[in-house]
């Protein structure tokens, strides 16, 4: 582990020189101001990685030049796209490296801080490589000239999200707002009903556990055409999908969760002479709350991907899946990695506000303490 | 298969032993067997009790030998296959349904949800008393148990001695004459199970009420007990009862005393002998 | 077997819950089928007993609800009395379906464990690679199925390798989190005990820590599996309807053939059923050979 950092150091040192050996060699590359600030601030951070090794402020000094390299690199990207020379390869290439190694640095700072540092840390450390990933991804593509119909630059896809706010804002409402909320609420609300009712027979839960838990794992977003028949284009179709995707989740996690809480729990309860309900309110529901919780996000991406695919199937001209099926149909392709970007926020809004509430309701259980 | 009927000589509530009044538990030839997929087990053979008022029994035996079984039948937990039973004069169900006893498990088994004065108030909220009333009680029995002032913690916040305590509290707020006790201190240290013993001997003696304990511990029977019944196993049974006619008010310091160690004497043998019973 | 052991039996009850599911399903298709049986027969100006107009709603042409005995007909036919070559066999279809399925099953576990591997071995890839792997779980990544066929297809992939792409996709997340999960599960006592072997790192993994992510290997393969064969099918749907279970799903809805469409469904219902069955069956077989069937 210790030995790997040097290594890192050492490769990417190796490349920085050799970005600009190139450079001086080759009689026609462009000289730029940028390549030069770039160069020197890696110099910079590699000789910061060697003389001082140890500690969380080391680390976070190296981040930040690291940072400031990337800068006058993507920068220089503007003096003509798509014809970047192996100067400016090797520079890229240098500097993630030279990320990496402050990003093993503060992974390595991480275990002597205390506790809330830690947590900061932790936190940091997945962000410092989302923005490289980011960063990485416009500089290849802008750098090589990739066409935009096969991947287009993260500043392209901002771009365009935020010239067409309107038309993603009405897809969002479409979507998410109408058939998702809809759907889901019905789903997990017909489920959760189902799971209590079925839960008095022991002769049904017996046989619709493992029928439930099979169609879980069935390719059920097959009945949107069905759905889309019987109850049209627009959003109530798609809702209608999300309840039948959403429900058998929903209902095999409460049954299961109904029957968590411990023989000796129940004893208890009876001790006390408990009616049904009351040992249900006190003490099955509580303890099922995790599983409930369970089904509630593994729904929440079940949802979202019911009402997207559903829209496949046939819309009104509004929707976020309508809009990635002709959006992709006509090659603008920009928009559609627009519209992903949404999704990916709604989708990972409505699972960490579910996460969120999880963990004030079940701040007792061992998982949270 | 020779039962020794359980007598009721001298018991520490000291009423006449034969008066029905005085009689919480009156089993006749109890048994119980559970179906098995490897074939009946006979949990409880042909199993007599009386346990009277006030006093402190103790079910001893080694595990296996239908103790807690026997427990839970007289909490109406189980049913027994054959033979009587009554507590209080009702079927255990009637006793039940009225709230007579309270039950403490081997675990604590607190809601970790709940706070520890949460937890207290669950049987409380269950038989439907009002607020103030909880409140009065939820102090009261904290304050018994020596847990005052850990009303708001929760259970996984305190030590093991601590939630069983609570347990015991939980269990003395329905205010029950009868208390029926699983091996409540077995998982504890054994300092911390001395310390409780001394609070529990404590505890019956100011409250006059009826407990029934399950342990496998020798010193912890005789140190608490007025009657020890010896249980053996395969097919669980009564194998002896023992009076232990010490004074009611007890210090650990008792258990070096020649009455003590007489006693103890008598439960090992009795143990022993149940278990030659198995070798043959 | 007494009468009483087969009431109580799981098989008795989950057979009468699908009885019972089957006659739900002839009573929708009767209630739903109804009111347009009745605008033929106004039409053609019969007035049938209630016998006939029952047994008319269950065998239309294009029903709002196929009864279960059309599908079972229909699958018959486009399965056993067609040529598996032909371009209306379901067998052939299923197959373009499956094998797609399998490859980006494979490609997904393969990934997925490899991928698992490294993160526990290096801490700073877990610290930043993990919380991005379990955050994608959370987005709806099959969105971008249409758009994986549609580029690559104009980069002159076509076929096979989109649609595997997009299983593997989706198959390789459960799968890194699962043996993630799995190659942690060894306790800490159980890691001293390497330690005091002074065992490498490679020793510890092959011999502790791979054993041990087996189950939850196998836990998570079930869910790749299902994953990768939904990716299958909505794979095919933007490819402008050529073959697979998904283009029947969408020929039969251009064309309004409920019939069709429903026995898609249930082929690939059966699929997904059939190929979580055969892992739940590898993963008993490996465990049972590993001793740690329970
Ligand atoms: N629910 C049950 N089903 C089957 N056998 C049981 C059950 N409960 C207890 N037993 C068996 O009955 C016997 C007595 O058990 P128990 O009363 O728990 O013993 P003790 O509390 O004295 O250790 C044991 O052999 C035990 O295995
Ligand atoms: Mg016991």
Known sequence: ?369 | MTDIQATDAASGAGGTAEDDAFRVIEARELCLTFETNDGPVHALSNVDLTVDRGEFVSFIGPSGCGKTTLLRVIADLEKATAGTISVNGMSPEEARRKRAYGYVFQAAALYPWRTIAGNVALPLEIMGLDKAERAERIARNLELVNLSGFERKFPWQLSGGMQQRASIARALAVEPDLLLMDEPFGALDEIVRDHLNEQLNQLWDRTNKTVIFVTHSIPEAVFLSTKIVVMSPRPGRVHDVIDCNLPRERTLDIRETPEFLEIAHRVRDGLRAGHAYDDE | MTMNDVLKSKTFAVGTVVLVLIAIWYFSAVMLNAPFQRELDERAKLSPTTGQFIEATLNQKRPVLPAPHQVAVEIWNTTVEKRITSKRSLVYHGGITLSSTMLGFVMGTVLGVTLAAAIIHVESLERSLMPWIITSQTIPILAIAPMVIVVLNAVGISGLIPKALISTYLSFFPVTVGVVKGLRSPDPMQLDLMRTYSASSFQTFWKLRWPSSIPFLFTSMKIAIAASLVGAIVGELPTGAVAGLGARLLAGSYYGQTVQIWSALLSAAFLAAMLVTIVGFADKAVRRRMGIMQ
């Open chain 1, 1 to 369: 582990m210790s030995r790997s950092v040097p290594l890192t150091v050492l490769a990417g040192g190796i490349a920085l020189l050799a970005g600009l050996a190139i450079q001086i060699i080759s009689a026609d590359a462009v000289w730029s101001p940028s390549y030069g600030l770039a160069a020197a601030l890696l110099a910079g951070s590699y000789l910061l990685a060697i003389v001082w090794r140890h500690g969380a402020a080391a680390a976070f000094l190296l981040l930040a030049t690291v940072h400031l390299a990337a800068i006058p690199l993507i920068g220089h990207i503007g003096h003509g796209e798509g014809e970047m020379g192996p100067a400016y390869w090797a520079l890229l290439i240098s500097g993630w490296l030279a990320a990496w190694t402050s990003v093993t640095r503060l992974t390595a700072a991480a275990r002597a801080v205390p506790p809330s540092a830690k947590q900061a840390i932790n936190l940091l450390i997945p962000f410092v490589f989302g923005v490289w990933l980011i960063l990485i991804w416009e500089a290849v593509t802008r750098g090589a000239g990739v066409p935009q119909v096969l991947l287009p630059a993260p500043s392209a896809v901002w771009a365009k999200l935020i010239a067409s706010l309107p038309i993603l804002w009405a897809d969002f409402v479409q979507t998410f707002m109408k058939a998702v909320i809809a759907g889901y609420v019905l789903g997990c609300g017909i489920g959760f009903g189902t799971a209590i009712l079925v839960d008095r027979s022991p002769f049904l839960k017996r046989g619709l556990m493992p029928v439930g838990n099979m169609v879980s794992a069935l390719p059920i977003i097959g009945v949107a055409p069905i759905m889309v028949m019987w109850f049209g284009f627009d959003w109530q179709s798609k809702a209608a999908v999300v309840v039948i995707m959403t429900f058998f989740p929903m209902l095999v996690n409460t049954l299961e969760g109904l029957s968590a809480s411990s023989a000796m729990q129940r004893d208890l309860m009876r001790t006390y002479a408990a009616s049904y309900s009351q040992t249900l309110l006190k003490l099955r529901l509580v303890e099922a709350l995790p599983f409930i919780f369970n089904a509630l996000k593994i729904n929440s991406t079940l949802a979202l991907i019911g009402a997207i695919v559903s829209e496949f199937f046939g819309t009104p001209i509004v929707g976020m899946g309508f809009r990635i099926s002709t959006e992709v149909g006509r090659m603008n392709v920009d928009m559609v990695w627009a519209e992903i970007a949404v999704a990916a926020l709604a989708g990972s809004a409505f699972y960490g506000s579910l996460v969120l509430i999880e963990r004030t309701l079940t701040f007792w259980h061992p998982s949270n303490r």
